[in-house]
């Protein structure tokens, strides 16, 4: 897996939308961009993935420069249930799945 | 929806005595992985495992540590020895590879005293 640089905290206000960056300047050719996030106590759980341009789901968003050497996950209107860590991964998950590690993550704390 | 489940949820054990966690991947999923994370910190990959031998494995997997997959449906993580430091959560996860992504059980809590 490519390395990974993400914020190691942000806080927020409820209703606010949020947006967490991921720096992978030597994402390659065949890497995906996979995101995941972690409640206290919990498993990682995954959110969304992409490769290129805009990915959009019932829970999130993902943004992917033309260069892919960054990427924004994008929550918008947060609650205080999404306080949570948030982590990206990124590789060819579907050819080499061996070394699935996960970076340090962001703590995302969602104030009232 | 299928998941990952993990037994027990809590187990706690004294220094220098053998631990088995167990696992039940989700059925079609041909990849497992184990985690660990002690409190407050990041989730730390412990080893990978596929067509019933280990794949990669990282630093703090030692000799101490061992994975099997006994029956064709569990998964079980042994750590004999034990020392304090292995007091931590460890996650079980196995992979759909399309779109690539983790399922994580609900974790079994390791106490070490």
């Known amino acids: 897996l490519a390395k990974t640089t993400q914020p190691i905290s942000m806080d927020s206000y409820e209703g606010q939308e949020v947006n967490i960056t991921c720096s992978h300047n030597?994402?390659?050719?065949?890497?995906?961009i996979t995101w995941y996030q972690q409640f206290p106590s919990q498993g990682p759980r995954f959110i969304i993935q992409?490769?290129?341009t805009k990915v959009t789901n019932e829970v999130a968003s993902l943004f992917i420069p033309a260069d892919r050497k960054s990427s924004t996950l994008s929550l918008p209107r947060v609650s205080l249930s999404d306080t949570a860590v948030y982590y990206c991964?990124?590789?060819?998950?579907?050819?080499?799945?061996?070394?699935?590690?996960f970076g340090a993550g962001t703590r995302l704390t969602v104030k009232p | 929806e299928p998941e990952v489940t993990q037994t027990p949820s809590h187990q706690v054990t004294q220094m220098g005595q053998e631990v088995i966690l167990r696992c039940v991947p989700i059925s079609n999923h041909l990849y497992f992985y184990w985690y660990r994370q002690i409190l407050g910190q990041k989730v730390e990959f412990l080893v990978s495992?596929?067509?019933?031998?280990?794949?990669?494995k990282s630093e703090i997997f030692d000799d101490r540590f061992s994975v099997e997959r006994p029956d064709g449906s569990n998964f079980t993580l042994k750590i004999r020895s034990t020392k304090l430091e292995d007091s931590a959560m460890y996650f079980c996860a196995s992979i759909r590879l399309d779109p690539g992504e983790l399922f994580f059980g609900e974790g079994s809590r390791l106490t070490v005293l």
């Open positions: 991964l990124v590789g060819d998950i579907r050819e080499n799945n061996n070394d699935m590690r």
């Open positions: 030597n994402i390659a050719t065949n890497d995906y």
């Open positions: 495992f596929y067509n019933n031998e280990i794949s990669e």
């Open positions: 992409g490769y290129k």
